[in-house]
């Protein structure tokens, strides 16, 4: 059994997807290159302006709260956490302290595993330094001042890296979900913190908490929880303490270093944003009802999970594959959808579950990897994709009746991405065909035993083994078009006989 057990708490700031800024009409847009043009005299924090709330990033941050299982405040207000830092134009961050729009929710990780949310708050982001390299300055770029972020808090319940990885990755599939955040970690619109403490095995007590920042990948998180562990737990073995502090991440050095000793709540001197009356919620006069909002909230990954599974009866794995990755998820649901409706079309009503089976599963496998591969391959994004739903289901069906090989099907598929054509006619075309009818088989099979009088001796004497010498001599002959059970068996009736 370990020594100590770390415990893990997380910090998560999410940029919110509106059209404009917390507290002013300035464009949200991340994608935005140019530097400062996205501002305002209210998001630069000029004299004499005053902040408006974003109703959208308000109705935004409950319905995350609702997915997440949170009690929202009927009554909720913003404050103002005062610091200076360059990219913050106004000297203080419009926060929340005391009154967050959530709290008390939770999350059930991909394991299973339910971790606790103590609150998720709504604030604005501040701007971003730039520090161009050689030079004895920094630039600032204000774009991103007065976006609006969510902050959400777990509790300190997690005591695995794996555990702290898994919650930030089922987070940013909610979020994602739900609208609210595209949540990208390589762009910053999600950024993960982590406070973990080491205790002695058995103890209540937990130790002295060290937080981690900069952590933009997932696989960071938990390489930095794994090496806070390791590093604490020396630090214990020696008999020195752990200090309070902020640490961030070494990418080179794969290790966290010492940023700074931890500032308390009341450093920032919190105290209710004046200009802003407190917000309330579900009453006569409010425009936010929670109700309403809960009524729109979409699928969530873990219900998409159990569909998928339990309706077209896809592996865990494979089902884990649309669930993050929508736009692929929803053209299969497409593909799906003609598939079962070409089965009574075409009379497999006694089977019809095991053909149903076999076809949206060869469909999800033809999907999650060989078409997202030629996809990624070329960098396309799923609105160029040419192949329409119908003809990517013919092309399933064409190798589920046996018309197409699997070889075919490898070289058919990038002639239909990049042509978008119909895959019977491109089949036929480009010769990828696999021939199964008796006519033409019978035709290659006379002409492969009157070309090989010793092997068909050899097989009439009861080498067995020779057969397959003589299907290969087959396939010589259709081109690599014949099915090779078929030819085997026609060429096993013609010697017999
Ligand atoms: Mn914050």
């Known amino acids: 059994m370990a020594k100590y057990i770390p415990t893990i708490g997380l910090e998560i700031h999410a940029e919110l997807k509106t059209k404009t800024k917390m507290f002013c009409p300035s464009l949200n847009d991340p994608e935005e290159k140019k530097p400062n043009v996205n501002v305002c005299p209210i998001c630069m924090g000029h004299p004499g302006t005053l902040p408006v709330p974003n109703i959208e990033a308000i109705k935004k941050i409950i319905q995350a709260g609702l997915a997440l299982n949170c009690k929202i405040a009927e009554f909720s207000k913003f404050d103002r956490k005062n610091y200076f830092y360059p990219d913050l134009p106004k000297g203080y961050q419009i926060s929340q302290y005391d009154k967050p729009f959530c709290e008390e929710g939770h999350l059930e990780t991909y394991e299973g595993k339910k971790i606790r949310i ?60 739900l609208g609210v955040s595209d949540a990208n970690m390589d762009k910053g619109q999600m950024r993960v913190e982590l406070n973990i403490s080491l205790a002695p095995a058995g103890s209540k007590k937990l130790g002295t908490k060290v937080e981690v920042k900069n952590l933009n990948s997932f696989n960071i998180v938990g390489r930095a929880a794994a090496y806070e562990t390791k590093r604490q737990s020396e630090l214990l073995d020696n008999g020195e303490k752990v200090i309070q502090e902020t640490r961030g991440w070494d ?97 497999h009503e006694e089977e019809k579950k095991d053909i149903r089976q076999k076809l ?138």
């Open 251 to 347: 990418e080179n050095g794969q290790k966290t270093f010492s940023q700074r000793l931890k500032e308390e709540a009341h450093d920032y001197r919190y105290f209710p944003e004046p200009d802003i009356p407190p917000i309330v919620i579900n009453n006569k006069q409010s425009a936010i009802n929670t109700e309403k909002l809960r009524s729109l909230i979409p699928e969530l990954p873990q219900q998409k999970r159990k569909r998928f599974i339990e309706e077209y009866g896809i592996d865990t794995n494979l089902a884990e594959i649309f669930v993050k990755d929508m736009d692929i998820a929803n053209y299969y649901e497409e593909v799906v959808s003609e598939l079962l409706s070409w089965e009574k079309a075409q009379g």
């Open 118 to 177: 103590t609150r998720i708050h709504l604030e604005e982001d501040a701007g971003r330094l730039i520090h161009p390299k050689d030079v004895d300055y920094s630039l600032v770029d204000f774009n991103r001042a007065g976006v609006p972020l969510m902050e959400l808090v777990t509790e300190p319940e997690m005591h695995t890296a794996e555990e702290a990885q898994s919650f930030a990755e089922e987070l940013q599939l909610i979020l994602r979900y």
């Open 360 to 497: 949206l599963t060869l469909a999800a496998n033809y999907l999650t990897t060989d078409l997202r591969g030629l996809m990624s391959g070329d960098a396309m994004p799923i609105s160029e994709l040419k192949i329409s739903p119908e003809n990517f289901a013919e092309f399933v069906d064409l190798i589920h009746i046996g018309k197409l090989s699997s070889r075919g099907a490898k070289d058919l598929l990038p002639q239909m991405l990049k042509t978008g054509g119909d895959p019977h006619q491109l089949m036929l075309d480009k010769g990828l065909g696999q021939v199964s009818e008796a006519g033409e088989l019978e035709v290659a099979a006379d002409r492969v035993i009157a070309a090989n009088p010793e092997a068909v001796t050899k097989y009439k004497s009861g080498n067995e083994n020779i057969l397959q010498f003589l299907v290969g001599q087959m396939m010589k002959e259709t081109k690599g078009a014949a099915n090779p059970q078929v030819a085997a068996e026609i060429l096993r009736k013609k010697i017999v006989s």
